[in-house]
């Protein structure tokens, strides 16, 4: 940054030139002229101005003669310094003149290093022509020799040829993009090729397969061919790899020729005779002899023959693939269709076993392929034998279920009780009678509790289950009889016994693990006397009840159970020491698993099957109580059988019988079904009632109608179904059955008018029809009991008892509520008080049903109070 001088006025007017002079100003005359100082002193300041110029002028020359010398010397240096850059420049030149030839002399003697590498190359590659021109010559002349050999009919030493042609081929394959090469190459295939078509020509020629003739001829060397065996030609189609072609082509003549002929047999009855003439086999006329130790024995001569005549270069390949197919074909048509089933004609088939043992020795002695699947086959007779047996027992389930289930047949089950004198079930109740049974086995009677095997016939308590009734197996006769006629101890539709049931049933015993018992239901009488605790039975006066019934079954159970005693019968058969050496004796043990395959089979198809009949489920349940009884009457007695058995208990029939889980299946099997056929019909009688609509507006058109039609359609549903039912099921069970159905109807009644909170006087009587209506079922009900006359001696007429309290629980509550339906306010609330109302219906529901009926007023306010006192 510039210094600014302070005015020229403000200092002597020589000391600011000199300044100005110093700080590199040069005032001339023209600023001297333009400044404002005053006009006075502008000529003293020219005057120093100049003064001041000279000044600096003498400055300036006194400078320059003192600084010359230096540059002078300056001068001087530069001088020497211009000549030896000219020096070096020179020099410079020569150098870049001097690498410019040396480059060039590079060049030149590269130019001729390669010349020389090219010389080398080119005498390298002469060399290696000349070498590979001289190999492709010899095996020009191999080949050429190879084709000579060919055409004299030399294969094994054509072959040699061409192998060693191969081998020289293979040393010269860096030049395979030659032409050269592939013409070797491609001369060396056809040779191959036209060596392979003579070795094989003269394989034809030295096997001929005759197919019009039948006739296979196998000649070790050719007669009008010198020096050609068939060992070579066998060795020189191995060396080609085409030797597995030819050995199939000669196995499926061999097969076409002479095996197959002979596996098949004659619409006629006869079967092609094989003959053996020197080196030739051939078919030769017929044989009647079509039993399996002749084929055999033929097979073995054929395999004899190739053994023998074929060297063992082809015979072991050929054994490999012709055998094998042989044996399975011999094994399916042959062996296993002719295999008796059969434990007395078992020992027929020991022969043919034997036989075939004496084959596969033969293969092993003649070193062929093929022993190892004979034997393996042989040792696993037991197992085909089985598996026969298992199809034919599986077939034969099948079969029976079709046919049996066209037929059907009625069977009795006996079953007895012990019961004392005083019972009703005994004497009528005053012991008059003591030759009761006499009566009782002329007619239909009901089941009671059986030393034996009860059969399972459940019944539902509100419509829902399938079991009533059930577990009274530890009460007294007296218990049950006193049970069923008082109304206090009978069971109500209120769901109460809905959990036991349930467990009677045995639906969570889905393994089979619990055992499921269950009483059927007891004949019994209402009007006769209830022996009391003073009379009390004692052990003289105990009498054994023998009671009968019938049902239907199908010839099902039957044809399977004959089935399974066949099975059991041949499993014990193996045992014995006649049949020890039988080759099937080690699957005896086996068969004792047979009997569970077959009810396996039976429960398996058994759904479908039925399907197509009449009240199918019904059938079933008959059908497996009736097997499982059989069942468990055959292990029974053979357990009864070997009791005194000295055999060990592990080799005892009745331990290895494994059918306890089975008949369990078929108890629950039963079960099911019976319970989807009854589910069916409750549902279809829930639907019916459902048109009701809850009976509200019973007596309103169209509602009437609909209530009218819903009645009369589950009323006509229960009688069709009992007229359904009533050949298949014993007397027990369709009772039974029918009071489950009755019970889910007067069920759904009874909670339907439960649930109307206000009944006109119309409506109460439309109600009472409907409950009339329902009544008329109990004629389903009746049941003939014998009378007994004193004095005039015993009078075999009878009289019909309504049991339709004993099999339709809350029968009773239902006929209460028609009764309530139009009774008086007095009527009803006499019969809570001294009637048995109280014992069907709770309070609350009496009230409800009062306060439906009966419209707001001081005695019916009087009527509730005095019946809700009564029942504290």
Partial sequence: MATVSPPISEKPLSTAILESITLGRYPDSEDVASSELPPSVLPDLLAELGKAQEHVKGEIRRVSREVAPDVDEWISQAKKLQADIE?????????????????????????????????????????????????????????????????????????????????????????????????????????????????????????????????????????????????????????????????????????????????????????????????????????????IISLLEDLDQVVGYLGIQLPSCIAVPLSSTLLPALFERL????????????????????????????????????????????????????????????????????????????????????????????????????????????????RETDTVKSHSVPPVVPQSTDGDDDASAWGLEDETMDDVIRTDQDPRRRMHADGANDEVDEEAWGWDDEDGNKKVESTPPKAINDDQPVANGNNAPTVADE??????????????????????????????????????????????????????????????????????????????????????????????????????????????????????????????????????????????????????????????????????????????????VNKQWAPILSRSALLQSLGSLLTTVTTKMIVDIEDLSDISEEESKRLRSFCDSITTLSSLFLQERPQTFTGGGADTSSEEADTTGIYCPNWFKFQYLAEIMESSLADIKYMWTEGELKLEFDVEEVVDLIQALFAESEHRRRAISEIRRSRR
């Fill in 331 to 442: 094994v399916t048509e042959w062996l296993e269709p002719r295999m008796p089933i059969s434990v007395e004609e078992i020992g027929s088939f020991q022969p043919f076993l034997d036989r075939l043992v004496q084959m596969a020795q033969h293969l092993d002695h003649l070193g062929l392929n093929g022993r190892e699947s004979l034997m393996k086959w042989v040792e696993s007779v037991p197992r085909t034998w089985l598996a026969k047996r298992k199809e034919a027992m599986l077939s034969a389930v099948r079969s029976q279920i079709l046919t049996g289930l066209h037929d059907t047949k009625i069977v009795e089950r006996v079953e007895t009780q012990t019961g004392s004198k005083g019972d009703v079930m005994v004497d009528g109740g005053d012991g008059a009678n003591d030759d009761w049974n006499a009566a009782w086995d002329e």
């Fill in 87 to 291: 020096r070096s420049k020179a020099t410079a030149r020569e150098i870049v003149e001097q690498a410019e030839a040396g480059k060039t002399l590079k060049e030149k003697a590269k130019d001729a290093a390669n010349k020389v590498a090219l010389l080398e190359k080119e005498v390298a590659f002469s060399e290696t022509l000349t070498e590979t021109l001289e190999q492709i010559k010899s095996v020009s002349i191999l080949l050429g020799e190879a084709q000579t050999a060919i055409v004299r009919g030399q294969v094994t030493a054509s072959l040699d040829k061409i192998q060693h042609a191969d081998d020289a081929i293979e040393n010269i394959a860096v030049f395979g993009n030659t032409r050269a090469y592939g013409l070797l190459c491609d001369r060396s295939e056809d040779l191959k090729a036209a060596i392979v078509e003579a070795a094989t020509g003269s394989f034809n020629a030295l096997i001929v397969v005759n197919a019009t003739e039948q006739r296979i001829t196998i000649r070790d060397q050719s007669s009008d061919q010198a020096g050609i065996n068939l060992i070579e030609v066998t060795a020189a189609l191995e060396g080609l790899n085409a030797l597995e072609p030819v050995l199939q082509k000669l196995r499926q003549g061999i097969e076409r020729v002479i095996l197959n002929p002979r596996l098949t047999i004659i619409d006629s009855g006869t079967v092609p005779k094989i003959r053996i003439d020197g080196d030739a086999v051939n078919i030769s006329g017929t044989s009647t002899d079509t039993g």
């Fill in 543 to 720: 009498q054994q009840l023998t009671l009968k019934e019938t049902y239907t079954v199908t010839l099902v159970p039957d044809g399977i159970i004959e089935l399974i005693k066949q099975t059991i019968a041949d499993a014990e058969a193996l045992s014995d020491h006649r049949y020890a050496q039988t080759p099937v004796a080690p699957a005896g043990l086996e068969l004792y698993t047979l009997p569970n395959l077959a009810l396996n089979m039976f429960r398996a198809t058994a759904s479908m099957s039925y399907s197509k009949l009449h009240a199918g489920n019904m059938l079933i349940y008959n059908d497996c109580n009736r097997l499982s009884d059989q069942l468990r009457v055959f292990v029974s007695s053979q357990s009864e059988k070997e009791g005194a058995s000295p055999l060990a208990p592990t080799a005892r029939t009745s331990n290895k019988l494994k059918l306890e889980a089975d008949i369990r299946a078929l108890d629950t099997f039963a079960k099911r079904a019976y319970s989807a056929e009854m589910e069916a019909q409750r549902t279809i009688l829930r639907d019916l009632l459902d048109g009701a609509q809850g009976f509200v507006n019973c007596t309103v058109r169209p509602f009437v109608s609909e209530c009218e039609n819903a009645i009369a359609m589950a009323t006509d549903r229960i009688r069709e």
